[in-house]
């Protein structure tokens, strides 16, 4: 007698169905044409978070950024860094204690800043502007949802 293969077979997996790679494709589209125009200004999505969180969030300690942008500390100290050396931020000794460090932007941080948010904001109307009027607020909501009780811990942007 001889050998009797069988084989079961459930639904395929469809990769162009499947909401996640349906996600990742619209936000690598985002962030594409962000990154085109940050590039204009010298700066990376990392960069411009970074200065989202000092300009418009008012954060001024480190880790509180790294927990802004969603990055280790050790890739914010690299962009700290590289954002100082760039005259973009200036850092210097935290309130009272001289191990810690506080963030500010400079005047061309604040020019950056100022120049990049239409840019940033005409990416956003773009990709809004293809939904229904209450679809871009359900979207954001039902995202929120998606993204409950996860680990926020992602290695980067």
């Known amino acids: 007698m ?12 469809r990769l162009h169905e499947s909401l996640g790679y ?18 204009a200004l010298g700066l990376t999505r990392v960069t411009w978070c970074v200065l989202l ?4 969030e008012g954060m001024r300690q480190p880790s ?7 990055i280790d500390r050790t890739a914010t100290s690299r962009a700290l ?10 850092r210097g000794a935290g309130d009272g204690d001289k191990r810690t ?3 500010a932007l400079t005047g061309l941080g604040h020019e950056r800043l100022a120049r990049g948010t ?8 773009r990709m809004e502007a293809r939904l229904a009027p209450g679809e871009p607020e359900a ?3 039902l995202l929120t949802k998606l993204r409950a009780g996860e680990d926020m811990g992602l290695p980067g942007i």
């Open 64 to 70: 509180d950024i790294a927990a802004f942008v969603g």
């Open 101 to 103: 460090r506080s963030v």
């Open 2 to 13: 001889g050998w009797l293969t069988v084989t079961i077979m459930s639904d395929p997996y």
């Open 81 to 90: 860094r590289r954002m100082e050396a760039a005259g973009l931020i200036a």
């Open 139 to 141: 979207m954001r909501r």
């Open 118 to 125: 239409p840019l940033a904001q005409r990416n956003n109307a």
């Open 53 to 56: 969180a000092i300009g418009n």
């Open 22 to 39: 349906q996600l990742s494709l619209a936000a690598r589209l985002q962030e594409r044409r962000l990154d085109e125009g940050l590039r």
